[in-house]
């Protein structure tokens, strides 16, 4: 169990995923990636992806988890989902001018044909699915 002064708070879904992650038989549906894995999972993946740029220190970011599961699970079999923290991932942050967290990027054969900022509800998230 993570190491928590009293004063920290940290979102109760953040603290199962890091404690239950990595155990053998935890399902996640979305995936979390690096800039150095960003071009196998995003550009060329042949499903659409649905990219959430995040921080960890953010509270909104935290409340999109569950939203995120929902449509990965629900969308398994046509959609890719993958999440990218900003602060590992600086470069990629930069390049689609990230400024605010959580922000959904939506790529078809490796080009961003939708893009929204904050949180969002998971009815707005699939209408820009909806497109594809």
Known sequence: MPNLK???KMP??????R???SLPGFLQMKKRITD??????VINCPLPVLVEFFASWCPK????????????????DRLHVVQIEIEE???????FEIQTVPTFVV??????IAAA???LSKDTLLEMLSIL
């Open 6 to 8: 009293q004063d920290q």
């Open 12 to 17: 109760r879904q953040s603290l199962f995923r």
């Open 19 to 21: 404690q239950f992650s």
């Open 36 to 41: 150095a894995e960003y071009q196998e999972e």
């Open 61 to 76: 970011c935290a409340m999109m988890e569950h939203t995120l599961d929902e449509i990965a699970a629900g969308h398994e």
């Open 89 to 95: 991932s600086p470069s990629l942050a930069s390049a």
């Open 107 to 112: 790529f078809q054969n490796g080009t961003p």
């Open 117 to 119: 900022a904050g949180m």
